[in-house]
C-alpha cells in the first residue's frame, strides 16, 4: 500500500512561482512512476506530468510545457511539481499518482488510468 500526501498548495499572483510536493510512505517509491494531474471547478481531472521511477524520462501537457517541471527525489520519497509563469487557468486541485513498475525504469503515464494510487490534492489558486 502507497500513501501519497501533497503539499504546498496556495494563493499566488498571476506570474508567480509556487512548488508542490508529494510525499509517499512505504519502500515502492523508488520503482514507482509518478505523475501529477489537476482539476478545475466543473472540469474534468487532467494530466500535467509525469516522471519514471529512474528520472530518466518526464513529459508534460502542453498547457504547462516550459512553465512547470516535474522532479523527484528518491531518498526523499518525494516528487514535487515546480511552477513557474503562473496563469489564472491554472487554477485547480493538484494530485500526485502513483504506479510501482519495478521492471520499467523509463515508463510513466498520462492517463489517470495509468495509476494505482492517488493523493488527496492541494488546492493551488492564482489570482489576476
Known amino acids: 500500500q502507497v500513501q501519497l500526501v501533497e503539499s504546498g498548495g496556495g494563493l499566488v499572483q498571476a506570474g508567480g512561482s509556487l512548488r508542490v510536493s508529494c510525499a509517499a510512505s512505504?519502500?515502492?517509491?523508488?520503482?514507482?512512476?509518478m505523475g501529477w494531474f489537476r482539476q478545475a471547478p466543473g472540469k474534468e481531472r487532467e494530466f500535467v506530468a509525469a516522471i519514471s521511477w529512474s528520472g530518466s524520462s518526464a513529459d508534460y501537457a502542453d498547457s504547462v510545457k516550459g512553465r512547470f517541471t516535474i522532479s523527484r527525489d528518491n531518498a526523499k520519497n518525494t516528487v514535487y511539481l515546480q511552477m513557474s509563469s503562473l496563469k489564472p487557468e491554472d487554477t485547480a486541485v493538484y494530485y500526485c499518482?502513483?504506479?510501482?513498475?519495478?521492471?520499467?525504469?523509463?515508463?510513466?503515464?498520462?492517463?489517470?488510468?495509468?495509476?494505482?494510487?492517488w493523493g488527496q490534492g492541494t488546492q493551488v489558486t492564482v489570482s489576476s
Open positions: 512505504g519502500r515502492t517509491f523508488s520503482r514507482s512512476a
Open positions: 499518482a502513483a504506479k510501482f513498475v519495478y521492471y520499467t525504469p523509463s515508463y510513466y503515464g498520462r492517463d489517470e488510468n495509468d495509476y494505482d494510487y
